[in-house]
């Protein structure tokens, strides 16, 4: 099937979220970051963030679950670190409430969503980091999460990109078949397990100065509304 068959069976559009639709912003990170050594000046720096790759779970599967996770994080912290238990309580409601500010959109990122979206298309999110608001993210970036009918983390699932079944499961959540999906991520490891589940898989690349839709590369995301949606249907 050519690459315009294709993109005709396409109903719904799968984002990567990190580095595809949001970025860490580098500012609200360092004010995070201050935050921390104004509570628990006896932290060392980036102890957090060691603290979270290292992290053995479990993962909060639900929404609901954060709060109890964050208690957990930072208590273990807290422990490593001989921080006081009212410094931990600080940390875990203070810090633990701003984590998504730490979020912010690409340029192109909210336009292309409302495109989409209002050219009839479905919406999904299939994210590797492990926290399940990223209604919260989106929101805190300037892309509203109402337009996504499915948000997936690798946690909800038990599986993590590249594995087939993250992406198996995200077109069953959206109750279409892989073939009316097209997905788009920044790594190549990810758009080509897509591509082996039978979804149209492009990868996000800014360095590009333009596309190379022979490579299945896109130096934007606006370039999807050029794909998918008819010249009427476009905002």
């Not at 050519?2 to 069976?9: E, G, K, S």
């Not at 208690?71 to 238990?85: E, K, M, N, V, Y």
């Not at 499915?150 to 995200?170: C, E, I, N, Q, W």
């Not at 078949?177 to 979804?199: I, T, W």
Request: aromatic content about 8%.
């Amino acid at each position: 099937m050519n690459r315009y068959d294709q993109i005709m069976q396409i109903q719904a559009v799968i984002f990567d979220r990190d580095l595809t639709l949001l970025y860490f912003d580098p500012a609200q990170l360092a004010a995070v970051e201050e935050q921390m050594a104004a509570i628990a000046p006896e932290l060392p720096q980036h102890a957090a963030v060691r603290a979270w790759t290292s992290w053995p779970g479990p993962w909060p599967q639900h929404r609901d679950d954060e709060p109890a996770f964050w208690a957990d994080f930072w208590a273990s912290l807290g422990h490593t670190h001989g921080l006081q238990p009212a410094q931990i309580v600080r940390l875990t409601v203070e810090v633990g409430a701003i984590y998504h500010t730490t979020f912010g959109a690409y340029p192109d990122a909210a336009p292309t969503v409302r495109s989409l979206r209002s050219g009839g298309l479905r919406l999904a999110i299939l994210t590797n980091y492990e926290l399940p608001s990223v209604d919260r993210t989106l929101a805190n970036a300037g892309i509203d999460p109402a337009q996504f009918d499915v948000a997936l983390t690798s946690a909800m699932l038990g599986v993590y990109k590249p594995d087939r079944r993250a992406f198996l499961a995200t077109a069953e959540a959206l109750n279409l078949p892989p073939s009316a999906c097209l997905f788009v991520d920044d790594l190549a490891e990810n758009v080509a397990a897509a591509r082996s589940v039978g979804m149209l898989a492009y990868q996000i690349d800014r360095s590009l100065p333009v596309d190379d839709l022979d490579a299945a590369r896109l130096s934007t995301l606006d370039s999807l509304i050029g794909l998918l949606l008819p010249p009427f249907t476009r905002d």
